[in-house]
Every structure is written in structure tokens, then in C-alpha cells.
């Protein structure tokens, strides 16, 4: 009962103290609503810089959430896009900013017409636990090059690594500026509750229903990026050793821990167990063991991992076959399995798996594969391995994603010149690159008037004059 006291109380000094620092941070950003392209980039370097200088003590730390995760799956996957993605956003940030030149219709001259890119204010970031610097820092470039003040709710799942990223944000920003929250779920709750000017969310579309709920009550407009079951076709042509390569690196990387990691695959029926032993031995060979293998990521904590077993009791109960590729493992490394025979009724069909599990569902057709995702939610990505041409035209002329890897999987995302962002269920709205900036600005219309001549005098009552029915005769045919 005590504990039940002091974590309420706990719980609700946080709350207060977010809210005081939401209202400081607005103020601060009336102080300097438009900061300059130079302000910007010394922003965007300075977070750079305690990246780039304390990236040791970042993977050490995501490790330690993870209870395992290779430093080289680390750097791929939270470092390099991180730097990378500010690298692009500082060199083209003052090409963005310049107002963009309408044109004037003929009816309205003289005049000019311009667009500004001008920061929305206060941006929220609520950030999810499995690339827990990678999809904090994201958002946090593109709003910052924006010219925006910005809060993150970092998860609680990753402890270890969001304090040690507040403590990094803290000694190069004031928190005026940028800040981290911390907290449990009443704090995320209360977070979306908060009237930011944009508020981007990164999770399970479930939770994003709740956020999107709660931003409405404010009218703030939201990024949702969601997930969902994102599919993945074999083509009737595919190399099928090669396609396993490709497709494999995708789903193992992180454990599946990944928003657009292949959740199913679609088979040709006369090619499926010729994937299920190019399978086996792909992930076999990425990871010949992982009782102790240093290269195989962990499931995050005891929940998520229980959550993934309870898929597979489920569907062994409702008649699939399950093929476990290891044998042993230890802690929270679940070892990868191909799911055959599935079926609607099974929750593994359900929900977006989130971990090393891999639904195979066999297709006679081309058409009968898409029909098979065109029945379900649109997901955040979807993946076709093949080189046949007329195939890959249909597949992305008859179905609808966030995005498409053609021959790949998860790397449409580290492309810095490409929106990422989802459809439908599997979320709302684009972030990186050149569409962060303009998700995180607001576009304002300027129509700009000379004060020596007002061409507009004539439409002007009263009505029925002959100069205004000459105007009607020129302009209205």
C-alpha cells in the first residue's frame, strides 16, 4: 500500500512537472518563433556531436536493455542512421526555408504570392522501445531543422538507455529548447494530452488510437507511425537462396523487433518447402546458435517475450505446424520459427508479431496473393523478391503500403530522400528528409499586395456596375 502511495505521488509530480515545462518551452519559442538557418545547422551539430562522442556508452546502454544486442546491430540500425539522417537534413535545411514563389492568377495583378515555411512551435515525440535512439533522433533532426522546440517521452521499456539520452540532451541543450521525459504510462498518457502544435507518435496501432484520441481534444495534428502485418511475396521467378538471404536479414535484425519487418511471406504452393530449407539455412547460417551467440538480439522484456510464445501455443492448438530453427536457447533469446498452416483464427494472424516468428502462407496466384493483402489492413510496408517485371508492376499497381522494397527489406527506411510513413491503419502522415521538415512546418500563404494600386476596387459594391459585368465577361467563360 505504501509503494501504491509513493508511486502515485511519484507519478503525479512528474506530470506537474512536465506540464511546467511544456508552458516554459512555449514561452521560450515566442521569445524566437523563426530561428535563423545558422541557429538551426549549430543546433543540429551540437546534437551530432554528443552522439557521435558518446555512441559507446549509447549501445552499451541499449545492450543492457536488451539484455543482448550486438554492437554491430546497434550501429546499424540506431547510430549510422541517426548521424547520417541529421547529416542531411543540416546541408539543405536553408535551401528548404526559402519561400516558395506562387504564381499570381491575371485577374489579381499586381501582386505576388509566396509560401512560408515557418515552425509550428512546440513539437512532442513519443518514442517507442525498440530503436530507441534511432526513432528518438529522427523526429528530433527533422523538427529541430524546422526551427521547433522539442519534447521526447522516452519509453519506459529502455530505462537505461533514455537516462543516459536525457543526460546527453541535457548538456548540450537548455531544456527550454529540448527535453526529455521520463516516466510510466500514466506520464505517456498525460504527454499526449498535451496541446503541442504537432505531436509524432511511433508504436503499436492500438496505442495510436489512444494517442490520436487524445490529441483531438486539442485539435493538435499527429504523425502516426504505426505497423501493422507487413507481407512479403515470393515471386514465381525469385531465387529463392537469395530472396531468403535478403528477406532473412530483415526479419532477424532485431530479433523482428522491427516496425517493417516481414510479418508473413506469400509462397508459390509448388515452391514453399523449397523456401522452408532456404530459410533454415539463411538463419542458420546468420546464427549457427544463439544460446550464446553475441549476434542475436533479444526479445526486449518478459512480456513481450510471453506474448510471442502464447502465439505459438495458440496456433499449434488450431492445427499449424511449427518449426523451432534452434534447438537450445537462453533468457529472452527466442529462437526463430516458421509458422506453417496457419489460419485466420489464429492470433499469429492477427496481430502484428513484433519478433522472430514467420508465418508461411502458400498462393496459386499472383492475384490470389494481393487478394490475400488487399483483405487485410494496410500495412506499413510490404516486400516483393522476384525479377519479373510485369509481377512487381502489378504488386504495386494493386496494393496499398506506407512503402515498398523491391528485391530488399527494411532499407527503403534508411533512405534519407524518401518519405517514411504509413496508410490507413498502419499510421498517418511522413517524417525524414525534405517531408520531416514539412511535417514539422507549417506552409503559410502570403498574398502580397502593392499599396500604390488596388486593382481589386472594381468587385467592390455596389453590385451591377458596367465595369463589373465587363470584369464577368473577361474572367468567367
Not at 545558422?38 to 555512441?55: G, M, P, S, Y
Not at 498518457?189 to 483531438?216: C, E, I, N, Y
Request: net charge neutral.
Amino acid at each position: 500500500m505504501v509503494a501504491d502511495v509513493a508511486y502515485l505521488q511519484d507519478a503525479q509530480h512528474a506530470l506537474e512537472h512536465m506540464n511546467s515545462q511544456f508552458q516554459a518551452m512555449r514561452s521560450a519559442y515566442r521569445a524566437n518563433p523563426m530561428p535563423s538557418a545558422d541557429e538551426r545547422r549549430a543546433h543540429l551539430a551540437k546534437l551530432r556531436k554528443v552522439l557521435f562522442d558518446n555512441q559507446d556508452a549509447l549501445i552499451e546502454a541499449m545492450r543492457a536493455d536488451f539484455s543482448n544486442r550486438a554492437r554491430e546491430e546497434s550501429l546499424l540500425a540506431e547510430i549510422m542512421p541517426s548521424l547520417h539522417g541529421i547529416d542531411y537534413v543540416s546541408k539543405r535545411l536553408k535551401k528548404w526555408m526559402k519561400p516558395s514563389r506562387r504564381s499570381v492568377g491575371l485577374a489579381f495583378q499586381p501582386a505576388s504570392a509566396r509560401v512560408m515555411y515557418q515552425p509550428k512551435g512546440l513539437v512532442g515525440v513519443i518514442v517507442p522501445w525498440n530503436y530507441p535512439l534511432y526513432l528518438a533522433v529522427g523526429p528530433l533532426a527533422g523538427a529541430l531543422a524546422a526551427g521547433n522546440r522539442v519534447m521526447l517521452k522516452m519509453s519506459e521499456f529502455t530505462p537505461a538507455t533514455s537516462q543516459l539520452f536525457k543526460e546527453l540532451i541535457a548538456q548540450v541543450f537548455d531544456e527550454k529548447h529540448v527535453c526529455v521525459v521520463l516516466g510510466e504510462a500514466e506520464v505517456g498518457a498525460g504527454f499526449s494530452k498535451l496541446p503541442f502544435d504537432h505531436l509524432l507518435f511511433t508504436g503499436s496501432t492500438a496505442v495510436g488510437r489512444h494517442v490520436m484520441r487524445a490529441a483531438a481534444d486539442n485539435l493538435t495534428p499527429v504523425t502516426l507511425e504505426l505497423g501493422g502485418k507487413s507481407p512479403a511475396i515470393i515471386g514465381t521467378d525469385a531465387n529463392m537462396a537469395d530472396a531468403a538471404e535478403r528477406m532473412g536479414f530483415g526479419k532477424a535484425m532485431n530479433a523482428g523487433q522491427t516496425c517493417v519487418a516481414p510479418d508473413y511471406v506469400l509462397v508459390p504452393r509448388d515452391r514453399q518447402q523449397e523456401f522452408v530449407e532456404a530459410w533454415k539455412q539463411q538463419i542458420c547460417t546468420f546464427y549457427p546458435e544463439i544460446e550464446t551467440n553475441p549476434d542475436y538480439t533479444a526479445i526486449i522484456n518478459e512480456r513481450q517475450l510471453a506474448r510471442l510464445q502464447g502465439y505459438l501455443t495458440d496456433a499449434k492448438d488450431k492445427g499449424a505446424e511449427v518449426i523451432a530453427l534452434h534447438k537450445n536457447c537462453q533468457g529472452r533469446r527466442l529462437q526463430h520459427h516458421l509458422v506453417l498452416n496457419v489460419n485466420d483464427d489464429m492470433k499469429i494472424m492477427q496481430d502484428e508479431i513484433f519478433g522472430p516468428l514467420l508465418p508461411v502462407i502458400p498462393y496459386d496466384s499472383l492475384e490470389q496473393a494481393v487478394n490475400f493483402i488487399n483483405d487485410r489492413d494496410r500495412p506499413l510496408a510490404l516486400y516483393y523478391f522476384g525479377g519479373n517485371k510485369q509481377e512487381q508492376t502489378y504488386v504495386l499497381e494493386h496494393t496499398h503500403s506506407g512503402g515498398v522494397c523491391i528485391n530488399d527489406a527494411l532499407l527503403h527506411v534508411a533512405q534519407d530522400d524518401m518519405p517514411f510513413g504509413g496508410v490507413g491503419p498502419s499510421g498517418m502522415g511522413h517524417y525524414h528528409g525534405h517531408e520531416g521538415f514539412k511535417t514539422f512546418s507549417h506552409a503559410k500563404s502570403i498574398y502580397d499586395k502593392p499599396t500604390w494600386y488596388n486593382g481589386a476596387k472594381p468587385i467592390y459594391p455596389p453590385y451591377g456596375t458596367a465595369l463589373q459585368k465587363l470584369v464577368f465577361k473577361l474572367f468567367i467563360r
